[in-house]
C-alpha cells in the first residue's frame, strides 16, 4: 500500500543491429546489475563489448567499477553525460514499449503488466526492425 | 421563352457521360449534374422532365442548357464563389502581424508566448472583431504562423561535457569500417540479424 507498482528492467540495445536484452529485477542495485553484466557478456561471448551506460548511481557503485576492471578483456565501459537522457538510445526503446505495450492501459496486476512488457521486448528482438530508426541518430 | 434542345452524337454523349463521372469521383457533384442534364437533354428529354429525374427545379435546367449553348465547357464548370467577407480587412491583418510580432510582452501581456485566446483578445480589443479562440488558430495559420514548442533541457545538465560527448569522446567509441579485411559486407550483414557482431575491432 502507498508503493508505487513498478517493475524494474535493465536493458541494452545494440546500436548497429538494434539487438535488444533485458532482464527483470527485484530491485537495482549494485549486484543485481552485476548478474546483468554477465548476462550480457555470456550473450556475446568471445566478442568484446563496447558498454554505454548512463549514469544511474548503482552504474557508478565501488563494486561495479572493481567488476569492470576484472573484466576488462571483455568488456569496456563508458559514462555518459550526466543528465542527458538524450544521448541514450535505450530511452527509444523504452519510448517505443511505452507506445506499444503500455500506454493508456489500465493494469490491474504486475503479472499483466509483466507479461505486456514481455511480449513488446519479445516482438522487438523478433523484428529489430520496428526499431531501427530509432537507433539512426546514435549510429 | 423557347424550349432549348441540345444537339450531340452518340459519341459526344458517350464523352459527357464519362466527363461527369470522373466529376463525381471528383467530388464536384454540381458539375457532374449539370453534364448530367445536358446528356440527358441530348437524348431528347424536354427541361421539365431533365428537372424532374435530376430532382431539380426546371428552370434551374433551363439555365443550365443555355450556359452550355452559349459558353460551352466553360457554362458548367463551378464560377468563383467569394464565400464570407473576412472581418479582419488586409490591413488589420498586417497590424495584427505586427503586434503578434513584437511578441505579447510587448503588447502588456505577462506571458512570453502567444495563445489563441490571448489573441483573440487582442482582435477584440484592436478591431472589435470577436472570434473563438479555435477559430483564431486557423487565422494565424493563414498568416503563416505556426506553433513553437519549447525544447526541453536539464538544468542541471553541464553543457560544455555534453558537447565534448557529441564532438569527441562518442564518435571516437563508435564502430570505425574496418580497413582493409571486409570492405562491405559488413554493412550488408548488419542489418540483417541478431548474431552479427556489433563491434569488432580490438578484440582482446
Known amino acids: 500500500m502507498g508503493q508505487r507498482n513498478t517493475l524494474k528492467i535493465f536493458g541494452t540495445i545494440e546500436l548497429y543491429c538494434a539487438r535488444f536484452l533485458y532482464h527483470f529485477q527485484k530491485v537495482f542495485n549494485a549486484e543485481t546489475y552485476i548478474v546483468y553484466l554477465e548476462r550480457i557478456l555470456q550473450c556475446y561471448f568471445p566478442q568484446k563489448v563496447y558498454l554505454i551506460q548512463d549514469n544511474a548511481s548503482y552504474h557508478k557503485d565501488r563494486d561495479v567499477w572493481a567488476w569492470f576492471a576484472d573484466h576488462r578483456k571483455y568488456i569496456e565501459v563508458y559514462n555518459l553525460p550526466a543528465y542527458s537522457p538524450q544521448f541514450n538510445a535505450l530511452e527509444r526503446i523504452w519510448h517505443h514499449t511505452r507506445l506499444h505495450g503500455t500506454h493508456n492501459r489500465y493494469f490491474l496486476t504486475q503479472e499483466e503488466l509483466h507479461s505486456v512488457l514481455t511480449s513488446t521486448f519479445r516482438s522487438i528482438q523478433k523484428k529489430p526492425s520496428q526499431v531501427m530508426g530509432y537507433l539512426r541518430p546514435y549510429q | ?204
Open chain 2, 1 to 204: 421563352m423557347k424550349a432549348i434542345k441540345i444537339h450531340g452524337t452518340t459519341k459526344k454523349v458517350q464523352q459527357l457521360v464519362k466527363l461527369s463521372k470522373q466529376a463525381l469521383r471528383e467530388g464536384a457533384y454540381r458539375v457532374a449534374s449539370r453534364l448530367h442534364a445536358v446528356v440527358l437533354s441530348m437524348e431528347g428529354k424536354t427541361a421539365p422532365q431533365i428537372g424532374n429525374i435530376l430532382k431539380v427545379h426546371r428552370s434551374k435546367v433551363s439555365i443550365w442548357l443555355r450556359n452550355w449553348q452559349q459558353k460551352g465547357m466553360d457554362g458548367v464548370l463551378e464560377g468563383h464563389r467569394p464565400g464570407r467577407p473576412p472581418s479582419l480587412s488586409d490591413d488589420q491583418q498586417r497590424k495584427l502581424t505586427d503586434i503578434l510580432d513584437s511578441g505579447p510582452v510587448a503588447y502588456g501581456f505577462t506571458s512570453g508566448v502567444w495563445t489563441c485566446p490571448m489573441v483573440a483578445r487582442v482582435i477584440d480589443e484592436e478591431f472589435s472583431v470577436s472570434y473563438h479562440p479555435a477559430h483564431v488558430s486557423r487565422i494565424l495559420h493563414e498568416l503563416k504562423f505556426s506553433v513553437q514548442r519549447p525544447k526541453k533541457t536539464l538544468a542541471q545538465a553541464d553543457k560544455t561535457h555534453q558537447s565534448r560527448w557529441i564532438r569527441y569522446q562518442y564518435p571516437n567509441i563508435k564502430k570505425k569500417p574496418k580497413s582493409k579485411e571486409r570492405p562491405s559486407s559488413s554493412r550488408t550483414k548488419r542489418a540483417s540479424g541478431k548474431t552479427q557482431p556489433s563491434i569488432e575491432h580490438g578484440r582482446g
